[in-house]
């Protein structure tokens, strides 16, 4: 018959493998989203620039095209129709 400290050994190396087997699976999973991200961010660096370099060469057409220049400030009136705000705010 199979007596009680075996069968409590054997539970016992169960268990800690079962923990074994999880730490390593986690630790696994989280190297490889680590790698994912890092290739995401890298890739997301190179859309970025590509699209800084798009908008560089599009916008001196732009302007050429609407016969505006920006200066990127989008909230500021017209100076030629001497409109001002109603608010006074000071910064």
């Known amino acids: 018959m199979l007596s009680s400290q075996f069968i409590a050994g054997t539970i016992f190396v169960a268990f800690v493998g079962a923990c074994v087997t999880g730490l390593t699976w986690i630790s696994s999973t989280l190297i490889e989203v680590d790698k994912n991200v890092a290739v995401m961010t890298m890739k997301m660096d190179a859309n970025n620039e590509k699209v800084n370099q798009l908008h560089d060469m599009i916008r001196p057409m732009w302007e050429e095209f609407t016969g505006r220049t920006y200066d990127g400030n989008l909230a500021k009136f017209n100076a030629q129709t001497d ?5 006074k705010t000071e910064f």
Do not use: A, F, W
Not at 83 to 87: A, D, G, K, N, Q
């Open 83 to 87: 409109l001002e705000t109603s608010i």
